[in-house]
């Protein structure tokens, strides 16, 4: 039954472009996974272990300027430079980690906030790394050749492609942390930190290791997000709105569930983009409002009240 | 040494509306433990009512502080009675999550009608600044700094003196006992929050004249008001008096003295050692 959902989920991911080949909706799709893959990486910190980070624009930034230099200083193609790009936001994050998990609940929330400020405000002065408020631009991509046929860049349905993969990686890592020992620690740590430490876990491992893995997603999208859209600057990448869109698309999707970000996105991005169309200024404020609707009625999300609803439906016990 | 001096008075000036940012963030954490992320948005509310009114009814700026702060308490009580009350118990996370969503809401609604354009308020009083003893005193953030210390020592009246004061800081300290003195702290939490989103609106209403104005302002105030009140200790008044004037000197300080670039830095490094170090705030009597 599962099985046969995912085939018809990833039948409908390969056939989509050419079934709405219209350039906004193919934008809106790449839009959707690109929020996915944020919204995974967010889940893992915050759904998982607990950890609410109002910071994670810092591994977005991070894996962005990553690309986008090495690319453009040392000529390392986007696809090494994205996976590079998710090393360098996880070891970013070890440090922060360190620091920023002495503190629990909402003052760990501040401590990420500040973080992240101080990154962006060194991103924009350290104008010889990062090219400071002019930011940085690529005009051509390298040549690739797929399957004997070059690869078009300034189609997007290479980019919708790409998007794809990392998406499902991104759903895909969520998955096997939540049936690993890992993801054991971190429930517990979320459930009860102290009595997770009584029964011998290292929570400070644990945690830090949940925000490597989440911060490795979180730069890989914003690598992707540095070649999509080929330009970057420190108030692009680095803004506290991008943190706190991370959250959204986490909480309103569902929290501590696979799918969650992927509804969430679906569902938040496609009602941005679509009023970003008929107004010029606002585009988030459903983010705002969806987000007090979730946290008010259903806590557990869209995708956690959908499962729910089923279950129920079906008369299985929700163990 | 001029500039010494200078930079004190400026740091002072602003540190002054920092202060009345701070305190009206402290006292709602205090009494609800609410972290209330959409602070800063109320602070952009009261920027643009003063501009409207400056522009619509050629009103002064200042003299609109005694419309929006009565204004911005009447809404504060609505936020809460039809809000937040039903969140407060659900936690500190859920408050912070809920609050972080009520303030993009708002900062969007604002981008909506007002678009994303900066305004700013000219004061045919206010080109030249004061130059008492040969230092600069902009005349705006002069009348705003008066202000200021009038509104934050009426509070500072309210909590010590009257009943629903002495309500407000025995909630602060023990909800329990409070109760079961006889206290409603349903009635208590909802007029602090008035009292809060009051000051926010009222600094609003005062940095008008002296800020650019947009919509997205209240993202940058809001995390400034954290490192205030987490300086002075979450839920301590005077620490958050104390947090915003050091906010205010370390910012023109550091300026003239580190780099102008990472002004807005210092604030945060200074708010992260503090957390780490010493949690309870400077003045060690905030809640950690």
Known sequence: ?319 | METLVQSIVSGLLTGSLYAMIGVGLTIVFGVMRIINMAHGDMVMLGMYGAFWAHTAWKMDPFLSIILWVPAGFLGGLLIFRFLLKKIVPGGELNTLLYTAGLSLFVANLALLIWTGDYRTIKLPYAMMPLRPLGIAVPIPLAIAFCLAILVTAALYWLLAHTDIGRAIRATSQEPEVAALMGISVDRVSMITFGLGTALACGAGVLLAPSLYLYPTVGEILVAKCFVIVVLGGLGSVPGAIAGGLILGLAESLGAVYVSVPYKDAIGFVIFLLVLLFRPAGLLGEGKS
């Open chain 1, 1 to 319: 039954m599962k099985l046969i959902g995912l085939a018809v989920a990833l039948a409908v991911v390969v056939v989509a472009p050419w079934v709405v080949p219209d350039p906004f909706y193919v934008h809106l799709m790449i839009m959707v996974l690109m929020w996915t893959v944020l919204g995974a990486a967010w889940n893992i910190l915050g759904g998982f272990a607990g950890q609410v980070s109002f910071g994670h624009s810092a591994f977005l930034g991070a894996g962005a300027y990553t690309t986008m230099i090495l690319y453009l200083s040392l000529g390392i193609a986007p696809w090494y430079g994205i996976v590079l790009a998710g090393i360098v936001a996880a070891l970013i994050a070890v440090p922060i980690g360190l620091i920023c998990f002495r503190l629990r609940g909402p003052y760990f929330a501040l401590s990420t906030l500040a973080v992240a400020e101080i990154i962006r405000l060194v991103a924009l002065n350290w104008e010889s790394l990062t090219n400071g408020p002019v930011g940085l631009l690529i005009t051509t991509l390298p040549p690739v050749t797929f399957a004997g046929s070059p690869i078009n860049w300034e189609s997007k349905i290479p980019f919708y492609y790409i998007g794809a993969v990392i998406a499902i990686v991104a759903l895909a890592v969520t998955w096997a942390l939540s049936r690993s020992r890992l993801g054991a620690y971190v429930l517990a740590i979320s459930e009860d930190i102290d009595s997770a430490e009584a029964l011998g876990i290292n929570t400070v491992q644990a945690r830090v290791s949940a925000l490597a893995l989440s911060a490795f997603l979180a730069g890989a999208a914003g690598g992707f997000y540095a070649m999509y859209f080929r330009y970057i600057d420190p108030d692009a990448v680095f803004s506290i709105a991008l943190s706190v869109e991370m959250v959204f698309i986490a909480v309103v999707g569902g929290l501590t569930t696979v799918v969650g970000p992927l509804v969430g996105a679906i569902f938040l991005v496609s009602l941005g983009e679509t009023f970003r169309t008929h107004f010029m200024w606002g585009h988030l404020i459903f983010y705002g409002l969806f987000m007090m609707v979730a946290i008010r009625y259903m806590p557990e999300g869209i995708w956690g009240k959908l499962r729910l609803m089923v279950e129920s439906r079906l008369g299985v016990k929700n163990g």
